[in-house]
């Protein structure tokens, strides 16, 4: 009996193991990744269609705010500058606005506050799975387009970032639709108090219609450009690069 | 004798048990093998994304701080199933188990559950959303076809008499008994045929469609309305998981079934549309 339990068992194992081994071949052909990869780009054609540009993401109250609000990525990035940065209460940190643009900009943390704000109650969905909800606040990216007036070959904003993962600096990047969108803000408050250096002290970007891992934290420099691929190897994001995530993470 | 035949030969009188006929029309046999395929990958796929949070909660919020209804885990060496505040021990299979080479995972569910086996967020999410789109494309043509010609109206909705406690109980009696339809009986479904597929056409399957698209930031601009209807975010994530587990059982029962009710008629009639009706018994 026990015998047989075993044959059968080991049978089932070698079966489901072919299987897989299958599974996993499939899993790596190229044209196979190219075919369901596909799919992203309908994804956002058709999420594009539905909905208007500038459809809002749905706003909260503060009765609806996350008691806790997850930090998640880089906790705290490594190294002198940063720490040099956090010590002096940013006093020093520049956010850059360059490339196609015909006015370069450098702001210090305390001109970019002086700008006018936006405070949105908004939820924060990770591409794991959950969600926070937080209150930011921030000046509209808008704003800081419109002074550095884009010139008309720019297509993309490219978000480059203090925090490193290895030897490799975060970045990510989306396109313009998402960039004059009214709820796309450079935020540097979280539920009324400075940005938390787990949430991207001094200066992140909430893009609201899309992923966590879209709004990049640590925010230093912006650069519009008229194609990604000549940043990192090309797919317009740390995660893109290095494990295939989506470049559109509006699902 | 060819199958052709044969159906022309028994055109003529009354159906009786061994007569061959034409039962599935080639949309419902696409649509049920492009359902197998899709339903195994989005499954699959769907149990490594819930791997890289597997815990569940009510409402639009919720994340590690806050309390989860369902959460798959472990504690040392134990795997832990929790739902709610039942708790069991699920090692080996859930939470913690052993790969293909012999290593201790705590991961929710194992690698021969999932696609892919072994561990990645962003591949599982580029196989459920290509397949999500092949599951919703087929369903919406499916659903207009079949409204157009009629299927739903003549094979699936019941009837007023089958509707009565007496006729169900009389059915659900027969099935315990394993006693299934005979002859000109078996062509119509019967009546928890009729309800198990109703609620699935009407009720699993656009359940697990709209759910799903309630998890996306950018439908959530575009639909509102989804997140009302479902209570949140992190609720719909909830039902469209309850939704999965549905599909589970469901394909469970239907493969019981086929195999209860005969596999090789039952499996050809799915591909070649052609079923042999059982004999009747001998009264």
């Keep these: 009996m026990i015998g047989r339990r075993r044959l059968l068992s080991s049978l089932a194992t070698a079966t489901s193991g072919l299987l897989l081994s299958g599974c996993n071949r499939i899993n790596a052909n190229p044209a196979v990744r190219s075919m369901l990869t596909s799919a992203e780009s309908l994804t956002m054609r058709a999420q594009r269609i539905i909905g208007d540009r500038s459809a809002l993401a749905p706003e909260f109250t503060a009765a609806d705010l996350s008691p806790i609000f997850r930090a998640n990525g880089t906790r705290r990035p490594t190294g002198t500058e940063y720490d040099a940065h956090l010590q002096s209460g940013f006093a020093g940190w520049r956010l850059v606005v360059d490339g196609l643009v015909t006015q370069p900009l450098s702001l210090s943390l305390r001109q970019i506050r002086a700008m006018p704000r ?25 704003l800081l387009l419109d002074q550095s007036r884009l010139k008309s070959s720019a297509r993309y904003l490219i978000f480059h970032c203090a925090d490193l993962y290895g030897p490799i600096p975060y970045y990510e990047s989306i396109d313009l639709i998402d960039a004059f969108h009214p709820q796309t803000i450079i935020a540097w408050a979280l539920n009324g108090q400075d940005l938390p250096v787990g949430n991207g002290a001094p200066l992140r970007l909430r893009v609201e219609r899309q992923l ?12 519009a450009v008229a194609s990604l691929a000549h940043q990192g190897l090309g797919k317009g994001g740390y995660w893109e690069d290095s494990h295939d995530y989506a470049w559109y993470a509006g699902i | ?63 590690n701080p806050d309390r989860a209804w369902l959460e798959i885990g472990s504690r040392g060496s134990a795997g832990l199933l929790r739902v709610g505040s039942l708790q069991v021990e699920t090692t080996g299979v859930l939470g913690v188990w052993r790969d293909r080479d012999g290593v201790v995972r705590r991961k929710a569910f194992p690698w021969w559950a999932t696609i892919p086996s072994s561990y990645s967020l962003a591949d599982a999410r580029i196989w459920h959303f290509f397949f999500a789109w092949v599951l919703a494309v087929a369903s919406t043509a499916y659903w207009l076809w079949s409204i157009a010609n009629g299927h739903f109206r003549r094979d699936l909705l019941p009837q007023r008499s089958e509707l009565a406690p007496g006729h169900i109980w009389h059915d659900i009696r027969d099935h315990a008994r394993l006693n299934f339809p005979r002859g000109a009986a078996a062509l119509n479904y019967n009546i928890l045929q009729k309800l198990a597929y109703l609620s699935v056409l009407f009720g699993l399957l656009p359940a697990m469609i709209l759910s799903g698209l309630t998890m996306s930031p950018a439908m959530n601009a575009a639909w509102p309305w989804l997140l009302d209807l479902f209570g949140g975010r992190q609720s719909a994530r909830s039902i469209h998981f309850i939704c999965a587990f549905g599909f589970v059982l469901f394909i469970g029962v239907h493969l019981v079934m086929v195999l209860l009710a005969g596999p090789l008629n039952e499996v050809r009639s799915m591909v070649t549309g052609r079923f042999r009706l059982p004999e009747e018994n001998a009264a």
Aim: hydrophobic share 40%.
């Design chain 1, 212 to 223: 966590g891992y879209k709004q990049a934290k640590y925010v230093q420099r912006i650069e």
């Design chain 1, 118 to 142: 936006r405070t949105q109650i908004t939820r924060h969905d990770c591409v794991e799975g959950w969600s926070a909800i937080g209150q930011w606040t921030g000046v509209p990216l808008k």
């Design chain 2, 1 to 63: 004798m060819s199958g052709e035949s044969a159906v022309a030969n028994t055109a003529a009188r009354a159906l009786r048990g061994g007569d061959l006929v034409y039962r599935h029309r080639l949309p419902t046999r696409l649509w049920h093998w492009v359902n197998a395929l899709t339903l195994f990958v989005m499954l699959m796929s769907g149990m490594m994304i819930f791997n890289a949070h597997p815990r569940l909660y009510w409402g639009e919020y919720g994340a």
